[in-house]
Protein backbone atom coordinates (compact mmCIF):
# COMPACT_ATOMS: atom_id res chain seq x y z
CA UNK A 1 0.00 0.00 0.00
CA UNK A 2 1.82 3.09 -1.64
CA UNK A 3 1.33 6.69 0.66
CA UNK A 4 -1.89 8.37 -0.85
CA UNK A 5 -2.62 12.14 -0.88
CA UNK A 6 -5.85 11.45 -2.04
CA UNK A 7 -9.51 12.28 0.44
CA UNK A 8 -11.64 9.51 -1.74
CA UNK A 9 -10.47 7.38 1.04
CA UNK A 10 -11.90 9.80 3.61
CA UNK A 11 -15.19 9.88 5.44
CA UNK A 12 -17.01 12.61 4.93
CA UNK A 13 -18.07 15.55 7.49
CA UNK A 14 -20.92 13.14 9.05
CA UNK A 15 -19.21 10.02 8.92
CA UNK A 16 -20.53 8.68 5.66
CA UNK A 17 -18.47 6.46 3.72
CA UNK A 18 -17.63 7.60 0.09
CA UNK A 19 -18.32 5.43 -2.80
CA UNK A 20 -15.44 4.41 -5.47
CA UNK A 21 -15.62 5.62 -8.91
CA UNK A 22 -12.06 5.48 -9.86
CA UNK A 23 -9.02 3.85 -9.12
CA UNK A 24 -5.38 5.77 -7.57
CA UNK A 25 -4.16 8.72 -9.96
CA UNK A 26 -0.19 9.07 -10.30
CA UNK A 27 -1.00 12.85 -8.71
CA UNK A 28 -2.37 11.62 -5.88
CA UNK A 29 0.86 9.50 -4.69
CA UNK A 30 2.41 10.37 -2.09
CA UNK A 31 6.76 10.70 -0.91
CA UNK A 32 8.38 9.39 2.32
CA UNK A 33 8.90 12.22 4.13
CA UNK A 34 12.35 13.59 4.15
CA UNK A 35 13.11 13.89 7.71
CA UNK A 36 15.91 16.23 7.89
CA UNK A 37 18.32 16.00 10.73
CA UNK A 38 21.04 17.87 11.59
CA UNK A 39 24.81 16.87 10.07
CA UNK A 40 27.31 17.46 7.24
CA UNK A 41 24.77 18.99 4.10
CA UNK A 42 23.34 15.86 1.90
CA UNK A 43 20.76 16.95 -0.26
CA UNK A 44 18.96 14.27 -2.92
CA UNK A 45 17.25 15.65 -6.00
CA UNK A 46 13.69 14.55 -6.64
CA UNK A 47 11.86 14.76 -9.80
CA UNK A 48 8.63 15.72 -9.47
CA UNK A 49 5.60 15.87 -11.60
CA UNK A 50 6.01 18.25 -14.68
CA UNK A 51 9.16 17.48 -14.60
CA UNK A 52 10.27 19.60 -11.90
CA UNK A 53 12.95 19.33 -9.23
CA UNK A 54 12.53 19.48 -5.39
CA UNK A 55 15.57 19.30 -2.98
CA UNK A 56 15.37 16.60 -0.56
CA UNK A 57 17.51 17.78 2.63
CA UNK A 58 18.48 14.51 4.47
CA UNK A 59 21.21 16.65 6.50
CA UNK A 60 21.77 19.95 7.10
CA UNK A 61 23.46 22.00 9.67
CA UNK A 62 23.41 25.39 9.03
CA UNK A 63 20.98 28.23 6.73
CA UNK A 64 20.04 31.91 6.39
CA UNK A 65 18.35 33.45 10.03
CA UNK A 66 17.17 37.13 9.87
CA UNK A 67 16.80 39.17 12.84
CA UNK A 68 14.01 40.86 12.47
CA UNK A 69 14.03 43.91 14.11
CA UNK A 70 17.35 45.03 12.75
CA UNK A 71 16.69 44.13 9.35
CA UNK A 72 19.64 41.73 8.58
CA UNK A 73 20.06 37.95 8.02
CA UNK A 74 23.04 36.25 8.68
CA UNK A 75 24.24 32.43 7.59
CA UNK A 76 24.70 30.53 11.23
CA UNK A 77 24.94 27.06 12.55
CA UNK A 78 21.87 25.31 13.64
CA UNK A 79 22.93 23.11 16.93
CA UNK A 80 19.97 21.82 17.88
CA UNK A 81 16.33 21.15 17.76
CA UNK A 82 14.81 23.06 21.10
CA UNK A 83 11.01 22.41 20.85
CA UNK A 84 8.35 21.75 18.33
CA UNK A 85 5.03 22.42 18.42
CA UNK A 86 3.40 19.26 16.80
CA UNK A 87 5.42 16.23 17.77
CA UNK A 88 8.28 15.22 20.94
CA UNK A 89 9.91 12.86 18.67
CA UNK A 90 11.37 15.64 16.46
CA UNK A 91 12.87 16.87 19.82
CA UNK A 92 14.50 13.55 20.94
CA UNK A 93 15.93 12.80 16.67
CA UNK A 94 16.55 16.18 15.92
CA UNK A 95 14.84 16.48 13.05
CA UNK A 96 14.06 19.90 11.33
CA UNK A 97 11.07 20.77 9.51
CA UNK A 98 8.80 23.92 8.89
CA UNK A 99 7.64 25.45 12.46
CA UNK A 100 10.46 23.56 14.67
CA UNK A 101 12.48 25.73 17.09
CA UNK A 102 16.08 25.57 17.06
CA UNK A 103 19.40 26.64 18.80
CA UNK A 104 21.29 28.43 16.46
CA UNK A 105 25.13 29.84 17.04
CA UNK A 106 24.62 33.87 18.55
CA UNK A 107 28.55 34.38 16.85
CA UNK A 108 27.28 36.22 13.50
CA UNK A 109 24.54 38.57 14.79
CA UNK A 110 26.89 40.08 17.82
CA UNK A 111 29.44 40.44 15.42
CA UNK A 112 27.50 42.86 13.38
CA UNK A 113 25.86 44.21 16.08
CA UNK A 114 29.45 45.46 17.46
CA UNK A 115 29.88 46.50 14.14
CA UNK A 116 27.07 48.55 13.40
CA UNK A 117 26.37 50.17 16.93
CA UNK A 118 30.15 50.52 18.55
CA UNK A 119 28.53 48.47 21.43
CA UNK A 120 29.07 45.08 23.10
CA UNK A 121 26.35 42.96 23.29
CA UNK A 122 25.70 40.03 25.76
CA UNK A 123 29.45 40.07 27.12
CA UNK A 124 28.49 40.75 30.79
CA UNK A 125 29.41 37.42 31.77
CA UNK A 126 33.03 38.10 29.91
CA UNK A 127 33.65 41.49 31.64
CA UNK A 128 33.04 40.19 34.86
CA UNK A 129 35.54 37.19 34.74
CA UNK A 130 37.80 39.91 32.95
CA UNK A 131 37.51 41.78 36.40
CA UNK A 132 38.31 38.47 38.69
CA UNK A 133 41.52 38.08 36.26
CA UNK A 134 40.78 34.90 34.05
CA UNK A 135 41.58 35.58 30.51
CA UNK A 136 38.27 35.84 27.98
CA UNK A 137 37.58 37.07 24.17
CA UNK A 138 36.84 40.74 24.84
CA UNK A 139 35.72 43.13 21.97
CA UNK A 140 38.41 44.22 20.24
CA UNK A 141 38.79 48.04 20.15
CA UNK A 142 39.43 49.90 17.08
CA UNK A 143 40.51 53.07 16.28
CA UNK A 144 37.69 55.06 14.92
CA UNK A 145 36.95 58.40 13.89
CA UNK A 146 35.27 60.73 15.25
CA UNK A 147 32.31 61.15 12.40
CA UNK A 148 32.08 57.20 12.55
CA UNK A 149 31.70 57.73 16.49
CA UNK A 150 29.38 60.34 16.23
CA UNK A 151 26.93 58.12 13.51
CA UNK A 152 27.53 54.82 15.80
CA UNK A 153 26.12 57.04 18.81
CA UNK A 154 23.14 58.41 16.62
CA UNK A 155 22.26 54.29 15.78
CA UNK A 156 22.39 53.42 19.40
CA UNK A 157 20.00 56.03 20.10
CA UNK A 158 17.32 55.53 17.62
CA UNK A 159 17.50 51.93 17.40
CA UNK A 160 20.27 49.84 19.62
CA UNK A 161 18.34 48.83 22.69
CA UNK A 162 18.45 45.36 22.49
CA UNK A 163 15.58 43.41 25.05
CA UNK A 164 16.39 41.59 28.11
CA UNK A 165 15.64 38.18 27.37
CA UNK A 166 17.05 38.40 24.24
CA UNK A 167 20.45 39.60 25.83
CA UNK A 168 20.47 36.95 27.74
CA UNK A 169 20.55 34.83 25.29
CA UNK A 170 23.54 36.52 23.38
CA UNK A 171 25.74 35.89 26.66
CA UNK A 172 25.10 32.79 26.62
CA UNK A 173 25.66 32.02 22.81
CA UNK A 174 22.77 30.94 21.41
CA UNK A 175 19.73 32.01 19.83
CA UNK A 176 16.21 30.53 19.76
CA UNK A 177 14.83 30.91 16.02
CA UNK A 178 12.06 28.95 14.07
CA UNK A 179 12.47 27.46 10.99
CA UNK A 180 10.26 29.20 8.53
CA UNK A 181 11.40 27.08 5.22
CA UNK A 182 10.66 23.70 4.52
CA UNK A 183 13.90 21.48 4.72
CA UNK A 184 12.33 18.75 2.88
CA UNK A 185 11.19 20.57 -0.44
CA UNK A 186 13.39 23.02 -0.81
CA UNK A 187 16.54 21.74 0.49
CA UNK A 188 17.19 24.55 3.26
CA UNK A 189 16.72 25.39 6.89
CA UNK A 190 15.91 29.10 6.67
CA UNK A 191 13.86 31.02 9.36
CA UNK A 192 14.50 33.87 12.05
CA UNK A 193 15.32 34.69 15.20
CA UNK A 194 12.19 34.59 17.85
CA UNK A 195 12.04 37.92 19.92
CA UNK A 196 9.54 39.69 22.29
CA UNK A 197 6.24 37.82 22.67
CA UNK A 198 6.98 35.05 20.63
CA UNK A 199 10.30 34.60 22.49
CA UNK A 200 8.79 34.42 26.01
CA UNK A 201 5.98 32.57 24.49
CA UNK A 202 8.49 29.49 23.54
CA UNK A 203 10.58 29.46 26.37
CA UNK A 204 7.26 29.32 28.51
CA UNK A 205 6.67 26.31 26.38
CA UNK A 206 9.91 24.72 26.66
CA UNK A 207 9.99 24.90 29.95
CA UNK A 208 7.41 22.80 30.96
Not at 25 to 41: C, D, M, Y
Not at 131 to 158: D, F, L, N, Y
Request: hydrophobic residues 30%.
Amino acid sequence: MGISRDSRHKRSATGAKRSYYRKKRAFEKGRQPANTRIGAKRIHLVRARGGNRKSRALRLDSGNFSWSSEGIARKVRVIKVEFHPSNNELVRTNTLTKSAVVLVDAAPFRQWYEAHYGAALGRRRQAKQAKEGKEVETMEEKKKSKSVETKQAARMTKQGKVEPSLERMFEAGRLLAVVSSRPGQCGRADGYILEGEELVFYQRSIRK
